[in-house]
C-alpha cells in the first residue's frame, strides 16, 4: 500500500520544500501546490489522506478553500491541518471554526509537524495498518488481502475499492461517489464502469465466501457490511 498522500498547500516555495522533505524523510508521498486552484485540481485528481493548508495565499485564501472543502462530501473527512504565522487566539479560533482539525503556527518544528500529522491521521482511522471485516483481512503495509488466512488475489483497482469498503463499512455509497471516492475526480469514466469492478471483486471473493460482504442496495448504491 502507498504511504499516506499528504497535500501541502503553501506559496512560499521555500516553506513547501522545507515541509515535502520533513514528509518525504517520515515516508509520507507528498503533492504540492502553490495556491488554492492548484490544489483543487491536485484534490479533484486524487483525494489526498490529509492536506496542509496556509491560511494567506494568493487570490483565494486558505480559511476559504477549508470552507469549500467541508462543504463538498468528497473532502469533507479529509483531515486539515492550518499552518499560518498567524498567532492570536481569534484566528486559531476562526480557522478550527471553518472546519480545520488542527492549527500550526509558523515557525514551527518538522518534528512536531510529522508528529501532528501522525495524530489527525490515527484519529481519522487512515493510519491502520490491518482491517478486519468478518473473515476478511487488508493488510495496508503490505498490499495483501486474505480470507480465512488465504490470500485473495485482486487487480489494483479491486484492491482500492475493497480498501475503500472497508475502511468505510455499513454506509451506502452511490456509484457516482464510488467514482470520486476510488477513482478521483479527475478520472472521466462512465458509472457502469463501477459495476464492473464490483462484479470482479465479487468474484475474486466468492472462492474465499466473503462475495456476501458487498451488498447491492437497489436504487441507492452498494454497501459493504458483515450483517446480512
Same mark, same amino acid.
Given at each position: 500500500m502507498p504511504a499516506n498522500d499528504i497535500l501541502i498547500v503553501e506559496d512560499e516555495p521555500a516553506i513547501r520544500a522545507m515541509v515535502a522533505m520533513a514528509l518525504e524523510r517520515a515516508d509520507f508521498a507528498v503533492r504540492e501546490a502553490g495556491d488554492v486552484p492548484a490544489a483543487e485540481r491536485a484534490i479533484a485528481d486524487r483525494r489526498p489522506d490529509l492536506i496542509l493548508l496556509d491560511w494567506m495565499l494568493p487570490g483565494t485564501s486558505g480559511i476559504e478553500l477549508a470552507r469549500r472543502l467541508r462543504r463538498d462530501e468528497y473532502t469533507r473527512d479529509v483531515p486539515i491541518l492550518m499552518l499560518t504565522a498567524r498567532a492570536e487566539e481569534d484566528d486559531r479560533v476562526r480557522g478550527l471554526d471553518v472546519g480545520c482539525d488542527d492549527y500550526l503556527t509558523k515557525p514551527f518544528s518538522p518534528r512536531e509537524l510529522v508528529a501532528r500529522i501522525k495524530a489527525l491521521l490515527r484519529r481519522s482511522g487512515q493510519d491502520d495498518a490491518t482491517l478486519v471485516v468478518g473473515s476478511l483481512r487488508l493488510d495496508t503495509l503490505a498490499h495483501r488481502?486474505?480470507?480465512n488466512g488465504a490470500p485473495v488475489e485482486l487487480g489494483p483497482t479491486e484492491y482500492r475499492l475493497l480498501h475503500f469498503f472497508m475502511a468505510h463499512p455499513e454506509r451506502v455509497y452511490s456509484r457516482a461517489q464510488l467514482l470520486d471516492m476510488v477513482w478521483g475526480r479527475g478520472a472521466y %469514466? !462512465? !458509472?457502469?464502469? %463501477?459495476? %464492473?469492478?464490483?462484479r470482479r471483486l465479487r468474484k475474486a471473493l466468492e472462492t474465499h465466501q466473503c462475495d456476501h460482504l458487498v451488498q447491492t442496495v437497489r436504487g441507492a448504491g452498494y454497501r459493504f457490511s458483515a450483517q446480512a
Open positions: 488481502v486474505s480470507a %469514466v !462512465e !458509472e457502469r464502469t %463501477v459495476d %464492473v469492478h464490483i
